[in-house]
């Protein structure tokens, strides 16, 4: 978090900097099957968030010690491409993109059905290519739509969304200015289909009432976003 | 990247394909693959370009940062290029610091833009001696379906031709656009079945021997060449070779000029 700002960023409406309603998320695109040598693949734009995720096997593992008798490994790379931010990146892994990398691995281990491909190995990278905010949120959720473009079999999608505060007010999917002024951030990773969850991070400060209206607003987004997901698998492109 | 089996069928294949005058997804031997330019289709880059030649796609970006100038150059600001092959584009590319097939990718591009002279480094001087714009081309692939250097060195000249230094960002002026006065065409071929061909797909480089890059600018200056892989070729295959660039950087140069 930024840290608390004097910046006014709700006005007597209630509306947010850029005419959303506390609860709004912003606008999503949805497209898979965009990288042609992939196995599965998806772009998925949140806002002027864009992430590109391709799924690559099963296919061997290699080399064979990473190998695992009862089930696939899933090898999941985030990073964040060197123009996606105002400020160049520099390119290759930091401490954060480890992490994320980390997290959305556990995440997509809790609903892949590893254990139908042993001894196997399923890449999963995803690239931001375009940074706002919620990044992590945007990849883990593009990652489950390229897993589910590739056939590789799950229980369920992954919808990752994130709610926070901004002027003491809780707000759902943060933008960049939000982001850097908000007061908390707590991303989720929600399967949709029965509401239980995969991914859980937080920092900031929030009360109890707070808390539990971010995570209403999570949910109540999941669904939405979820709807576009699966549009865009069943049909082309969705927006 | 890790060293994928060459089929000696498919070497038989591409050989046979050659000597009938064909190619394995059907083009003739000079002939490009379906393309595709689109300029600032990235929201955070100063200039963008998204190049689609067949199944391969790259991106470029363009980045400024300040910089102090060499002491050499005090009136001079840098163009830095690199390029970036990440597992994404495809399965046989592995994670870790860039190897040596994407630096010289890189490289290869840097040299035809640089050496073209189409920017003009004493204009990225904000402050001699003290404040120059560093100009930062990345490069980055999305889908490797072979002939990366050509989609890097389109995207990499369109994406600099549309860029804009955010000079209000840093306080240092106005915004204005990057001045691009030339526009360098990367043309490469490979040599496929025992002849060379333009615009190579993954299949025929896998089962390809060596590779030609040339750059030319606009008055068919050669500005950058580079062989790569094992192998031997002649002058008079050179010479073919140059003639064909010579015609289909013409071709191109029009495509990105009239961007």
Same mark, same amino acid.
């Given at each position: 978090?930024?840290?608390? !700002?004097d +910046?006014q960023?709700?006005?007597e409406?209630?509306? *947010?900097?850029?005419? *959303?309603?506390?609860?709004?998320i ?8 965009v990288i ?9 734009t949140w !806002?002027?968030?864009e ?5 690559y ?9 990473i190998q *695992?008798?009862? *089930?696939?490994v899933?090898? +999941?790379? @985030?990073?964040? =491409? ?11 892994f ?6 994320i990398?980390?997290?959305t ?11 139908? @491909? ?12 375009s ?5 992590r949120?945007v ?5 489950s739509v390229?897993?589910a ?10 919808v ?7 002027n ?7 933008n ?6 908000g007061? =908390?951030d ?18 900031g400060?929030?009360?109890?009432e707070?808390f539990?209206?971010?995570?209403d ?15 865009a ?7 | 990247?890790?060293i ?6 498919? %070497? ?7 000597e ?11 002939q490009?693959r ?7 289709v990235?929201? %955070?880059a ?9 199944d ?8 400024f ?19 970036d092959? %990440? ?7 592995e ?8 630096i010289?990718?890189?490289?290869? #591009?840097?040299r035809?833009? %640089?050496?073209?002279g189409?920017?003009?480094v ?17 490069? $980055?692939?999305?889908?490797?379906d072979?002939?990366? $250097?050509?989609?890097?060195a ?6 600099l031709r ?29 040599? #496929? ?15 390809g021997d060596?590779?030609?890059?040339i750059?030319?600018?606009d008055?068919?200056?050669v500005?950058?060449?580079?062989k790569?892989?094992?192998g031997?070729f002649?002058?008079?295959e $050179? ?14 140069r029009?495509? #990105?000029?009239?961007?």
């Amino acid at each position: 978090m930024g840290g608390y !700002g004097d +910046v006014q960023m709700i006005d007597e409406n209630g509306l *947010r900097m850029d005419g *959303r309603s506390p609860g709004d998320i912003r606008d999503i695109t949805i497209e898979t099957g965009v990288i042609p040598v992939a196995d599965g693949s998806c772009r998925m734009t949140w !806002g002027t968030n864009e992430a590109i995720v391709a799924v690559y096997g099963p296919m061997e593992a290699h080399p064979r010690k990473i190998q *695992r008798q009862d *089930r696939a490994v899933l090898d +999941v790379a @985030y990073n964040m =491409a060197p123009f996606s931010t105002t400020d160049r990146m520099r390119p290759g892994f930091n401490r954060r993109s480890r992490e994320i990398s980390k997290v959305t691995k556990d995440a997509l281990e809790s609903v892949v059905l590893l254990e139908l @491909y042993p001894r196997s190995k399923i890449r999963v990278t995803i690239e931001i290519v375009s940074a706002e905010a919620g990044t992590r949120c945007v990849g883990l959720t593009a990652a489950s739509v390229a897993l589910a473009d590739a056939g590789i079999p799950m229980t369920d999608l992954v919808v990752s969304v994130a709610s926070g505060k901004i002027n003491d007010v809780v707000v759902c999917d943060l933008n960049k200015e939000e982001d850097n002024y908000g007061e =908390a951030d707590l991303p989720m990773g929600i399967l949709p289909n029965s509401g239980e969850l995969v991914f859980l991070q937080m920092d900031g400060d929030l009360s109890q009432e707070e808390f539990k209206q971010a995570w209403d607003y999570n949910m109540d987004a999941a669904q939405v976003v979820h709807k576009l997901m699966v549009e865009a698998l069943k049909g082309g492109d969705s927006q | 990247m890790t060293i994928p089996i060459v089929p000696k069928l498919l %070497r038989a294949h591409l050989s046979d394909l050659a000597e009938n005058d064909a190619r394995i997804d059907g083009r003739s031997q000079w002939q490009g693959r379906d393309l595709e330019i689109e300029h600032s289709v990235l929201p %955070r880059a100063e200039g963008s370009a998204r190049v689609r030649m067949g199944d391969t796609i790259v991106l470029a970006g363009v980045k400024f940062q300040i910089m102090q100038p060499y002491p050499d150059r005090p009136n001079q600001g840098g163009l830095m290029c690199s390029a970036d092959v %990440r597992p994404i584009a495809g399965r046989n590319w592995e994670a870790g610091p860039p190897s040596p097939e994407a630096i010289e990718l890189g490289r290869v #591009v840097d040299r035809g833009i %640089r050496e073209s002279g189409c920017i003009d480094v004493d204009s990225l001087c904000i402050i001699p001696g003290e404040k120059a714009w560093q100009v930062i081309l990345d490069l $980055f692939a999305v889908s490797d379906d072979g002939n990366l $250097f050509d989609a890097f060195a389109l995207a990499g000249i369109a994406a600099l031709r549309n860029a804009t230094v955010p000079a209000e960002r840093f306080e240092v002026g106005e915004d204005y656009p990057l001045s691009v006065s030339k526009t360098p065409i990367m043309c490469s071929y490979h040599k #496929v079945g025992g002849r060379f061909v333009y615009d190579a797909c993954a299949r025929e480089e896998l089962g390809g021997d060596e590779r030609i890059h040339i750059t030319l600018g606009d008055d068919d200056n050669v500005h950058s060449l580079q062989k790569g892989l094992k192998g031997i070729f002649s002058a008079d295959e $050179f010479s073919e070779i140059m003639s064909n660039a010579q015609e289909r950087t013409k071709e191109l140069r029009n495509i #990105v000029d009239s961007m």
